[in-house]
């Protein structure tokens, strides 16, 4: 497979996977890079993060454990979630909120499919492409 030629200035596949996965051993860094620099820059609806919150937490006015996250980009869905401590990653293809096939991957593979659909949609999108950018780079 070859990369497309992103200019000068846009970041590479290889770029974003590595950006990726150099917090891939944590989910909850994962919802940290996910929410405060992708889920600002991106269209409203596209990164979800679902919580669950104990009691103390309620209490305490604490938002509480990342449990899942859902990463919606054009007809790609990809979520990652701890199930019983482990981490649970899965890329699913979706059309009008049907989804048509749902695959169970590892959580590299996961970052490397998220970097793709990250590329293609900043392509597309000039606000996709500096949030992506903020990532790769930490500016």
């Given at each position: 497979m070859t990369e497309p030629d992103n200019g000068a200035g846009s970041p590479s596949l290889d770029m974003v996977t590595a950006a990726l996965r150099a917090d891939s051993t944590d989910v909850a860094i994962y919802a940290r890079v996910l929410t405060e620099s992708l889920g600002e820059a991106l269209p409203p609806g596209c990164v979800t993060v679902e919580r669950e919150r104990s009691m103390?937490?309620?209490?305490?006015?604490?938002?509480?454990?990342?449990?899942?996250?859902?990463?919606?980009?054009?007809?790609?869905?990809?979520?990652?979630?701890?199930?019983?401590?482990?981490?649970?990653?899965?890329?699913?293809?979706?059309?009008?909120?049907?989804?048509?096939?749902?695959?169970?991957?590892?959580?590299?593979?996961?970052?490397?499919?998220?970097a793709r659909a990250l590329v293609q949609h900043a392509e597309e999108n000039a606000e996709a492409a500096r949030a992506l950018r903020r990532l790769v780079t930490g500016t």
């Open positions: 103390s937490d309620r209490m305490r006015g604490r938002p509480g454990q990342v449990s899942k996250i859902t990463v919606r980009l054009g007809d790609r869905v990809m979520t990652l979630g701890v199930k019983d401590g482990v981490p649970v990653a899965e890329v699913c293809s979706e059309v009008r909120g049907v989804v048509l096939s749902r695959t169970p991957v590892q959580p590299g593979v996961w970052a490397e499919e998220l």
